[in-house]
């Protein structure tokens, strides 16, 4: 809801905080119309919009306006959108001059926000009404916009006033929180409050407030002597300096920066500063030994003037810099006409010129958030860029001028796509670990497509912004699988696209002997096709090393053979199948146990600490007489355990040039020791 008016009356008169009268002769009185021109304006009633409704209000009271009433007019939200201090006064407070009056008034096209007690209370500040009566006539459609309690700026108006009102109009006012508001707001300034539901309702409370505001009496104060202006002190020689946008402007208030100088440069072209402090733009005193000083001003992105300046022995030398800036206003929507997006939008601002490598000079390397994000410019001509989602870029070039706003809107061309992933179909979606490639949808001479993003993103729900068009994206999840689908994306649309995963998790695990518990360590699963090739071999789906005890493998649905390794030569096999969305145990019987091979020299003697090499054979010799060798590799003496799959097994020891043999057999799920005497 917005504010559609507001009439501010106030008469003009003397001020004395000690004798306060009713005169017969009362001043001239001025009133200030203050519009709102926020988007809501545009809101219609029985058809016609609300800011047509109000200047036809506002041009049959012109008509019969008392020619000894001086009227200004302020208006608000009609330059940029989202702003709480876009308020103007479009017509200082003087004679009416209707034609002119209206056609400024007719100008005004609503835009922005609605800063009501910010209108309000400029509105009052420029009638002086801590010094002078004042009356305010507000008429509104709705509530503040911009965060102001009306009811604590209703108090403050009248402790701080001498005789301040505010008669309210709400117009088409259909919530009862700001009813409630603006009822306070003339109640506590001790104003009253109408309603007013459509165009002859605004018509006849407006009429009705202007002649309670034109029966009132004022009050006229006495003035106070004024107090005799106190000695300037002696500021000595130095710079009064201030700074304009454009000459003859007004001084630039704040974010002027002044860097003094000596005039002189060094062999290298540089000058030594007399001052790094940074001082506000309007009248900033610098003092200064008399003498010639070159002042460098800076003022927005790039507005840097320079002057060479000469202070004067007992005197400021004064100077004023023309900064010759103007300011673009930089938005981005997703589509033609679409509403504005309001973050991660980057803007890069270049210069036109391209130099011989084909590049533009970077002139700001910020980024800008999209919403009317407003950037001063020294005037000329600049290469915009706008940044926004994963690969949408888009290019301008404008003109900046000096004390204008350029207001520019990038079309972006985007649309979103949410990923998501299910095992199966009609599963629920997949939360984690799913991986998506989005590329463009032609392959090259190599048959390859190009990679448009990297990253990957989380699988439910995943939102990705992309430049309108088509594109080839595939998602991975788990070992292998893999789905893939065209998508096309649309301007300011939501295209969802959901992969069937086709996915199923096997757990596995592993056990020395049925009944066992389940080996927690030092397991190792492969996963094969289960065919093979002319060769005779399984192609390797994966090649991780899984831990044993309740290893949870997520595999695309079909028919796998499976190996598990353990120990020495502990081997289990088996084929499975995956179905979609179900969970498959497997668990292997490795048929494994463990002999600890330790040495000593003698009979009861300490075990031999080193130096201890076991050879372990299978006990069966071929025809040439030899044993298998199961393992080759050489163990430390002292306590030496060792995996086996279950069996007989025959030990060879050596140590240092003693050598000592035996047989064993290895039970499943069995540890045994195995003490050699070494003698």
Request: proline share 3%; hydrophobic share 40%.
């Amino acid at each position: 809801m917005k504010m559609i008016s507001i009439l501010v009356y106030t008469l003009v008169a003397l001020l004395s905080p000690f004798s306060i009268s009713y005169s017969a002769d009362q001043p001239g009185k001025k009133v200030i119309l203050v519009l709102d021109a926020s988007g809501s304006m545009w809101g219609k009633l029985k058809g016609k919009a609300k800011i047509v409704i109000a200047r036809s209000v506002v041009k049959e009271l012109l008509n019969t306006w008392d020619n000894n009433t001086e009227l200004g007019l302020i208006a608000y939200g009609h330059r940029v959108k989202g702003s709480c201090k876009d308020i103007e006064t479009l017509i200082p407070v003087s004679k009416v001059n209707v034609k002119n009056f209206m056609k400024i008034l007719n100008a005004v096209s609503p835009k922005g926000k609605t800063p009501i007690g910010a209108a309000v209370l400029k509105a009052a500040e420029t009638l002086k009404y801590t010094e002078e009566s004042a009356t305010v006539i507000l008429v509104s459609d709705g509530i503040d916009t911009c965060g102001m309690d009306l009811c604590k700026l209703a108090s403050k108006l009248k402790k701080s006033g001498v005789d301040f009102k505010t008669h309210v109009i709400g117009f088409d006012i259909r919530t009862r929180s700001a009813v409630k508001q603006l009822q306070c707001l003339a109640k506590k300034t001790g104003g009253n409050y109408f309603a007013a539901k459509d165009a002859a309702g605004l018509k006849t409370a407006m009429a009705t407030t202007v002649k309670l505001v034109a029966k009132a009496k004022p009050i006229v104060v006495k003035a106070k002597p004024k107090p005799k202006p106190k000695a300037q002190p002696d500021l000595g020689p130095g710079l009064l300096l201030s700074a304009v946008i454009t000459k003859g402007a007004t001084a630039i208030e704040k974010n002027v920066h002044y860097n003094v100088y000596e005039p002189q440069k060094d062999i290298h072209g540089k000058r030594k500063r007399i001052s790094q402090h940074r001082y506000k733009g309007r009248k900033t005193v610098i003092k200064l030994a008399p003498g010639k000083v070159v002042v460098v001003a800076h003022y927005g992105i790039n507005s840097i003037v320079e002057a060479e300046l000469e202070v004067k022995d007992k005197q400021l030398t004064e100077y004023i810099f023309d900064m010759n800036v103007g300011s673009l206003a930089l938005s981005a929507t997703a589509a033609k006409d679409s509403k504005l997006i309001d973050k991660n939008v980057h803007f890069s601002i270049y210069l036109p010129e391209k130099d011989l490598n084909g590049k533009r000079k970077l002139v700001s390397q910020q980024r800008y958030k999209g919403n009317k994000t407003l950037v001063i410019l020294k005037a000329g001509k600049y290469h915009l860029q706008a940044h926004y989602g994963v690969n949408s870029i888009v290019e301008a070039d404008i003109e900046i001028k000096a004390k204008q706003l350029v207001d520019h809107t990038f079309n972006m061309n985007v649309g979103t796509m949410a990923l998501s992933a299910t095992a199966d179909k009609d599963s629920k979606l997949l939360d984690k670990n799913v991986h998506y490639s989005i590329y463009h949808p032609e392959k090259d001479l190599h048959g390859k497509r190009k990679l448009i993003n990297q990253q990957r993103y989380k699988g439910n729900k995943t939102l990705v912004t992309l430049k309108a068009g088509k594109y080839h994206v595939v998602a991975n999840y788990g070992v292998n699988a893999i789905a893939e689908s065209e998508v096309e994306i649309k301007a300011n649309q939501l295209v969802e696209n959901s992969f069937n995963m086709d996915v199923g998790n096997i757990a596995l695990s592993a056990a020395q002997a049925p009944g066992a518990g389940l080996i927690e360590k030092n397991l190792h699963f492969y996963i094969y096709d289960p065919n093979k090739d002319l060769h005779g071999k399984r192609k390797l789906v994966s090649q991780q090393r899984y831990k044993g005890n309740k290893t949870v493998v997520t595999l695309k649905s079909g028919k796998y053979y499976l190996r598990a390794n353990y120990g020495i030569n502990g081997l289990a096999e088996k084929q499975i199948e995956i179905k979609p969305n179900q969970l498959v145990e497997q668990s292997f019987d490795m048929n494994t146990g463990a002999v600890a091979f330790s040495g000593v020299e003698k009979e009861g003697g300490v075990a031999i600490a080193k130096n201890m090499h076991y050879y372990i054979y299978l006990p069966d010799k071929d025809i040439h007489g030899k044993r298998k060798l199961v393992n080759q590799q050489r163990y430390k003496g002292n306590k030496t355990v060792v995996v086996l799959k279950a069996g007989k097994y025959h030990i060879q020891v050596q140590y240092a040039d003693k050598k000592v043999e035996k047989e064993i057999e290895i039970k499943a799920n069995a540890l045994q020791e195995i003490v050699f005497v070494m003698k």
